[in-house]
């Protein structure tokens, strides 16, 4: 870079030639801070997020890149997760920048951070990226030394021209996030209205308050002005340089184990149901580990089998991801009734639980829920869902759930073992009987039934077994 005076300020051009050479006026000074990562030279800096999505690009695209490519296929549903994140954050910084500036924080400001999901911090991790048109040691960049008062150096500025793309090495799915965010920004701006279609915010009407309109735009200011986000510049790599880079980043990190990434988040409504209203209120205790000795079993749930079976009572899902807080509010009181009703089942939490009861076998909880799925949230729900769930969650307790239920077995019986224990016309509540379809769903050994490991295709037929003993509607066509 070039050097400065005892001022702090460039030297004099001394040519036209000069100029030419260290830029023009549409340059952006940049203030950096210079370090050297495992001996390599590198920069960073602290920049608007609308001010990086502009100076960066991805290199990603086959007839536009070649063989310049260095990043893996986009994935759009990761970066629409990504573009949530993002909103709620600006949403979140919205509000905090009226906070310092001790303005007026409209309900409907708050209304819609409580709709996007507040949680107890947000932070995008800081963005690799590449400057390609310049060496490695960044001397042909033009730059000047920023000295405090006490002759000590603060920072620098660097001025990056239009040449001087920034290509994401890591982070091509935060900034398509940031691209959602933008679009959708823009066209709720233009429009007065929200996206018909793939829209970010879930609102129940699609025109919007001015109160609203008012946040949206003040979201654009922040994200252009009070809103930064850190990135770690490296200079000059070459292609494989860069290839190399990504793998490392990506490759050589430990992921988090689902169950610390469950028992530490408090974003999701889900989670945060499950932390407060079945842990804290109905005192299930909960374990981070498999526990496979059914003899030590102290009555705990796993989480990850806690966080499974909700995911089907919620969302008729195999995880709660997706699960946003407009979608999970409005079933959280049900929901809890399901959970007093499985925690008044003989046996279940207690010392030894899995040898006292099926109940405490996940994939009996996960048809439970199917059922409570099915009569109260589901687009099918009958006419009298509401009759038929307190049938359900009144006759949970009655349901004999000990390992001596012949039911449970009903598929190891022959068809005279069948008739003679009045279980023939739990024949109409099952599915087919097509030998293509898994109909094992476990064994009675030792005393004990011992359910499958295989939860998706065992927990329907489980569910159709409670259908029979509850006098429920029958799920098959055969039966109607």
């Known amino acids: 870079m070039y050097p400065a005076n005892a001022q702090g300020t ?11 050479d260290e830029g023009g006026t549409a340059d952006k000074p940049m ?44 994935d759009i549903t990761h970066a629409q997760k990504l573009a949530l994140y993002i909103l709620k954050g600006l949403v979140t910084a919205t509000i905090t920048r009226r906070g310092i500036e001790k303005k007026t924080i409209p ?22 990226v590449n400057v390609r048109e310049c060496s490695p040691s960044g001397e042909n960049l033009r730059g000047i030394r920023l000295i405090t008062t006490d002759h000590e150096t603060a920072a620098f500025k660097i001025f990056l021209s239009q040449k001087h793309v920034l290509w994401v090495v890591d982070g091509q799915h935060r900034r ?24 970010l915010f879930q609102s129940p009407s699609q025109e919007i308050s001015p109160d609203e309109m008012a946040l949206w735009e003040e979201c654009f200011v922040v994200a252009r002005t009070f809103c930064t986000i850190v990135v770690e510049v490296h200079l000059g790599l070459d292609i494989d340089q860069e290839r190399q880079l990504f793998h490392d980043l990506n490759r050589l990190s430990k992921k988090v184990e689902t169950s610390i990434a469950l028992s530490f988040d408090n974003s999701n409504p889900v989670n945060l149901f499950i932390k407060d209203r079945i842990i804290n209120n109905l005192g299930v205790k909960v374990q981070e580990r498999d526990q496979s000795d059914w003899h030590t079993d102290d009555g705990s749930v ?16 195999t995880n709660i991801a997706s699960a946003i807080p407009p979608e999970v509010t409005p079933k959280v009181e049900v929901a809890y009734r399901f959970w007093e009703a499985v925690t008044a089942i003989s046996g279940f939490g207690e010392p030894q639980a899995r040898e006292k009861t099926v109940a405490a076998q996940p994939v009996v909880l996960k048809a439970l829920a199917k059922l409570v799925y099915d009569f109260a949230f589901s687009n ?3 006419d009298n869902g509401d009759v038929i769930l307190n049938q359900i969650f009144d006759g949970i307790t009655e349901v004999d759930f000990s390992h001596q239920n012949p039911m449970w077995q009903y598929f190891d019986m022959t068809e005279e073992q069948r008739k003679g224990g009045d279980f023939e016309d739990l024949a109409l509540y099952l599915p087919e009987n097509d030998i293509t379809v898994n109909r094992d769903i476990g064994k009675f050994q030792g005393g004990f039934m011992r359910f499958g490991a295989k939860h998706n295709d065992i927990y329907p037929i489980i569910g159709d077994m409670i259908r029979w003993r509850l006098d429920l509607p029958i799920r098959h066509k055969k039966g109607a």
Do not use: W
């Not at 590198?42 to 990043?71: K, L, Y």
């Not at 679009?183 to 007065?192: A, H, N, P, T, V």
């Not at 796993?302 to 899902?317: E, S």
């Open 31 to 74: 203030k950096v801070f210079i370090g050297h990562n495992l001996g390599f030279r590198t920069f960073v800096m602290h920049v608007p997020m609308h001010e990086f999505f502009e100076m960066s690009e991805v290199a990603n695209d086959p007839i536009r890149d070649g063989e310049a490519i260095s990043q893996r296929k986009l």
């Open 302 to 317: 796993t989480r990850k089998d806690l966080v499974a079976v909700n995911a089907i009572l919620f969302l008729n899902k």
């Open 10 to 20: 460039p030297s004099p051009l001394t040519s036209l030639d000069n100029l030419i």
């Open 176 to 199: 398509k996030g940031m691209e959602m965010v933008f679009q959708f920004l823009d066209e709720l701006r233009s429009k007065g209205a929200y996206p018909k279609k793939g829209s």
């Open 107 to 128: 309900d409907k400001f708050i209304e819609v951070q409580t709709n996007l999901g507040k949680q107890p911090y947000l932070s995008l991790q800081p963005l690799v």
């Open 380 to 382: 099918r729900r009958p």
